[in-house]
Structure formats: C-alpha cells, structure tokens
C-alpha cells in the first residue's frame, strides 16, 4: 500500500458508506478515466465479471464463437463459456508474445467458412507488453468484429501513447492482489461508449428495473465494487506511477544481470528460431517501437542449449530451493484440459513460451536485500554451469 488507503477507507467508514454505493466509487472511475483516456469506467468486483460483462455487452450469445488468445490465464476463456458460447483460440506472435493477427485473420476465415457467427475478438496484454493493437484492429475491423482488451495485466501500458484498453470497444482492468495496484480484489470495464457502460451497471446490480418495488426484466449479476474496495483504489492510483517505475526497474536489473540480450526469434516451419545469441542463453522481450510495457512481470527465456543444459526449471526450482517463488510462463488454454476439446488455431509460438519461460521475482517491494539473495542463486545456477 502507498499510504494514503487507509485515509480514503477510514473517510468511508466515517461517512458510513460501509455498501456497493458510495463516494469513492465514482471518484475511483474518474481517476482511472483520466489516467487511461477512456470515456467511461464502471468499477465492479473483479477483472473476470469485467471480462464477462464485457462479452454480454458486444452481443456474445450461445452458438457464438468468440476469437479468444491462447495464452493467457484461465479467466479470459471462463468469460465465454459464461456466456455460453465457444471459445476458439489464436496462437501469440514473436513480437509481443500476444495475439497474432496473422493466425487471427486465418481464424475468423475458416470460423465463418464453418457457418459460425465470430461474436468477439478478446486479445490480452500479458505480463503488460500490449497487443499489436493496431494490426488486430485492422483485421477486426475489416470483418466487422468488435474487440474486447483483457487489459488486467498492463494498466499504464501504452503504444505511441494510447492506453491499453483503450482500442477496442471496450476492456477489463484488474485489481486482485496480485496486479501493479490492487484494492484486495476488483476490477473495471473500460470504454468510450457511454450506453455500454450504462448497461454494465445496470447488469452488475442485479438488472434492477426504475420501481418502488424490486422488479427485473433481465438477468443480472452481483458484480458491483464496494465503496470500501474503491476507497483503496483511490489511494492506489496515487502511486501507480511509482509502481510502474519500481516494476520497470527490477526488469531492468535482471536484464542487466543476465546478459541483456533482447529475443530475437523467427518461425520457420512451425518452429521457432533463435536468431541471435547470448552470453547467458537468457533472453528477454523487446518494447516494440513505440511500444511502453508497465513490466508487470519480468519474463524471459532460457534456452538450455546455450546455458549447457540449464533450462527454466533449473532456475525455478533452485530459486524455490531457497523460499523464492517464480513460475512458469502462463500455460496456454489449448492445453489446459478444460479445453482439450477447444479449436485452436497454433502456430508453435505459445507452446515454445510455455516450454522455455520464466516468471521471475517482479514485486514491486523487492529492495537490495530481496535481490542479494535472488543474485545468489542466480550466480549459483550459471557458476554451477561454468565448473
Ligand atoms: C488477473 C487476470 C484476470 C482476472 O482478473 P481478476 O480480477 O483476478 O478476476 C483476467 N485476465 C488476466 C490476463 C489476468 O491476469
């Protein structure tokens, strides 16, 4: 926490507003509206419930398909079974690791050659790089398919100035406790159409009809934030800059200490390629030009025929050896069980991700002591390799 929460939530239980309504909540949207430029905000209880808001909102229905990217965590798919629709999944890109527009335009052909009604296009900015925005709104545009931005991960992101989440027609934001700012659990819907975010509140109260009485003409939800929640908010987007400088920084730190050596990668026949070289076998994902990453996670990838056999798991399970927690590259939904029925539309590239990455430590509160004692397993892991 920054320091300036518990004024905003003791500010809330003063006034009493202890409830789903009060002050904060829409002073909590208007400092997320003014930080990323979107037109409206609706705060509600978590990134996931904005994720499936999201779909009802651009008309996902059953029988729909909704082009969803493969990699990326499990609440990005569970919002279109929500909706009971099907989602199909679109391999990353070299670039960005995210969606691949190519891929994307070779599914939304062969999805409707198949008769099917593509309903939604979700691409996902993970670990914070953005999308190749401008590229997926090309495609999507050019069949007339609106795009929602899972945009849970990259709050503050950017490309050539322009927020994620601020692309499509609209995006979800995420404050669970783990994200670059967080208010315990939440999350927003983000977009420049104001009707849309006018029927995400009305959806996220139960789709409670103007009466004296409680009356519904349509299926709700309980998906609102707590005025408490937001209060946290509040004193959280004072310091997001800081967080992004702090997040930025430790990427920085690793990048410096594994040999800074930026992936350059090509796909030839479904594989993927190195192109370059490192002195560690350590790579790391490059800022596109014009491209601004919050760095919520720093990512790399570890190429065990360069560090003499060392592979990610090596490092991860010597990190965890000491009481350190670094995970995986997020598991593609293509090969997650729940969807091994799912189509899928591959390229290699996500499978390669999951095979070769590695989350490291990335908290923003990690200070000198923290990273002495990640710098000596580190240093243990790449001696080990030289003897
Ligand atoms: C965290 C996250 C979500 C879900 O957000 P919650 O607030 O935890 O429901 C969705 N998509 C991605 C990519 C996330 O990292």
Redesign the pocket.
Known sequence: MGGQEIKFVQEAFDTNWVAPVGPHIGDFEQDLRSYTGAGHCSVLG??????HIGQRLLGVERRDVVLCQSF??V??ANSVLLQGATPVFVDSELETWNMCPVKLEEAIIDQQAQGKRVASIIP?H?YGMPSNMPAIMAVADKYGIPVFE?A??SLGSHINGKHTGTFGKGA?L???G??IITTS???ALISDDEKLIQKARFWATQARDEAPHYEHSEQGYNYRMSNVVAAIGRGQMQVLPERIEARRANHDWYFKKLGETWLDAELRDGTVCIQNTSATGIYFLREPEGYFSNRWLTTVIVNPEETGGITRETIRLALDARNIEARPL?KPMHLQPLFSESKHYGNGVSDWLFEHGLCLPSGSNLGMAEFARIEAVLDEVFHFRMS
């Open positions: 978590s990134g996931s419930a904005a994720i990326t965590f609440a990005t996902v993970l899972d849970a991960e979800a995420s404050f669970n783990n994200k659990g939440g999350g997020w």
